[in-house]
């Protein structure tokens, strides 16, 4: 069953920007943690962003810091990501995952549950 549902991908142009946003369908989607993850044509997954429980703390990847940002409504079982300045090397599945616990954790194997994915395509 999935849980996590991502939204919002698409083909942007290089310099643009897309927002994607990530649904979770359960009461006690405010106690975890939630992070953006990133997969390339070749590539392993990489992490791209993440935000604690109460929003208070975040993580970037140094390869999109200052052109990402991470929020989330927990009101509305929600979390967000802002990209801007989109570059061809941005191109990736990307994915959504829940948090074991409630800290912002940049490690893959910290978050149990994952959605199936949403593709970014930046042209050039």
């Known amino acids: 069953q999935v849980q996590l549902v991502e939204s919002g991908g698409g083909l942007v142009q290089t310099g643009g920007s897309l927002g994607l946003s990530c649904k979770y369908s359960?009461?006690?989607?405010?106690?975890?943690?939630m992070g953006w993850f990133r997969q390339a044509p070749g590539k392993e997954r990489a992490f791209v962003a993440s935000?604690?429980?109460?929003?208070?703390?975040?993580n970037y990847a140094d390869a999109v810091k200052d052109r990402f940002t991470i929020a989330r409504d927990n009101s509305k079982n929600t979390v967000y990501l802002q990209m801007s300045s989109l570059k061809p090397e941005d191109t990736a599945v990307y994915y959504c995952a829940r948090g074991q616990f409630g800290y912002s954790s940049t490690s893959a194997s910290e978050y149990d549950q994952w959605g199936q994915g949403t593709q970014v395509t930046v042209s050039s």
């Open positions: 935000i604690s429980s109460g929003s208070g703390s975040t």
């Open positions: 359960a009461r006690t989607f405010g106690v975890y943690a």
